[in-house]
């Protein structure tokens, strides 16, 4: 399996920089995971290519550029049609608000929704993909991919409540947002992680490889993979536009 990152900036994108996206590729099976500000043109293949869409919650930079994508593939001399989309439900109903809705609807012809929560498995090409709600302010599911006894957990938003961290317990490498360091933890909105709390997730489940995402611009990546390394007690690694790891 392999995961190339498409975009990793938190909140908004910048330059060069888009917002939550990623290509999961197992075989001839590709899957964009978020759809985040700027990850539609930063697509690493054709987008024609894309076998599915799984997106965490509903928040835009995790899901803006659905729209993106449905203006690609609807307004074409060849409209592009049923490419399944797994989200919670509020994703559909929030993309619904933008643009027109129905089971007629151009949106729903373009998108075949397949609605997932807490406890929903399904099996994408040559991926095993399995869900659990996160702790974040709206819906939002975290995923376990697996392939060739190998694995992947990638949290979307979250903080460290809940019970998810058991769904990803043992995974090969841990994909996390770090939307905090120790200088700036909000304990008003308890719902994001610091890189510290990241770190000592990843070693209190057992994780082979811890790889952070969803930092902000403002902040230094470097004090945010010192700090998670600090509580792995192991080198971590950063997601990076344009760069791809194994699992």
């Known amino acids: 399996m392999r995961v190339q990152v498409i975009g990793s900036s938190g909140t908004f994108p910048t330059v060069g920089r888009p917002a939550s996206g990623y290509l999961i590729v197992q075989g001839s099976t590709r899957v964009w ?65 933008f643009l027109e809705k129905g089971d007629d609807s151009d949106l729903s012809l373009t998108f075949d929704f397949r609605p997932v929560w807490t406890g929903d498995q399904v099996d994408i090409g040559d991926l095993s993909v399995s869900f659990t709600e996160m702790d974040h302010s709206v819906p939002t599911v975290g995923s376990r991919w697996e392939a ?18 058991e769904h990803a317990a043992g995974v090969d490498i841990l994909l996390t947002e770090a939307s905090y360091q120790e200088s700036n933890k909000n304990p008003e909105y308890p719902h ?56």
């Open 148 to 165: 060739n006894n190998r694995s992947l957990f990638f949290t979307g938003d979250t903080g460290p409540g809940g019970s998810w961290s």
């Open 33 to 97: 995971c978020d759809a985040g500000f700027g990850t539609f043109a930063a697509l690493p293949v054709d987008s024609d290519l894309v076998d599915a869409v799984v997106v965490s919650h509903q928040h835009p930079d995790h899901c803006a550029d659905l729209a993106a994508a449905f203006h690609a593939w609807t307004y074409r001399p060849e409209p592009r049609r049923g490419v399944p989309l797994y989200a919670p439900q509020a994703v559909w109903d929030r993309l619904g608000l």
């Open 192 to 247: 994001h992680l610091s890189a510290a709390d990241a770190g000592r997730i990843a070693r209190d489940i057992g994780a082979k490889k811890l790889v952070l995402t969803h930092i902000p611009p403002y902040m230094d990546v470097a004090l945010s993979v010192h700090e998670a390394e600090q509580t792995f007690d192991r080198p971590v690694g950063l997601a990076v536009p344009g760069a791809g790891f194994d699992v």
